[in-house]
């Protein structure tokens, strides 16, 4: 059973800035990919970004320049860099996996993100 674990939520000023993580039970080579998406309330949920197993990167547009997707292949972690923050980024924001075959996507629990002054 994988199991992904976020933290790193919590509420910001807008213009600040917060980090993501997120920590897997298993060796992050063994996805094809991993990334973020947030879903806001009442919306469907949508890509923030991903970073593949060879280190490839993709943004959604709205946070292209502001938010950097990386990870720690020793921690098995996955990091969000959020700068820049704006009130539309507040969200709950997923990390999520896709395994390498089948194309199994995992989820985890959710962590929440609340711009507001």
């Known amino acids: 059973q994988v199991q992904l674990v976020e933290s790193g939520g919590g509420l910001v000023q807008p213009g600040g800035s917060l980090r993501l993580s997120c920590a897997t039970s298993?060796?992050?080579?063994?996805?094809?990919?991993m990334g973020w998406y947030h879903q806001a309330p009442g919306q469907q949920r949508d890509l923030v970004a991903t970073?593949?197993?060879?280190?490839?990167?993709n943004y959604a547009d709205s946070v292209k320049g502001r938010f950097t997707i990386s990870r720690d292949n020793a921690k098995n972690t996955v990091y969000l860099q959020m700068n820049s923050l704006k009130p539309e980024d507040t969200a709950v924001y997923y990390c999520t996996a896709l395994s390498h075959g089948l194309g199994r996507r995992y989820w985890g629990q959710g962590t929440q993100v609340t711009v507001s002054s």
């Open positions: 970073i593949t197993v060879g280190g490839s990167t």
């Open positions: 298993r060796s992050i080579s063994s996805f094809n990919s």
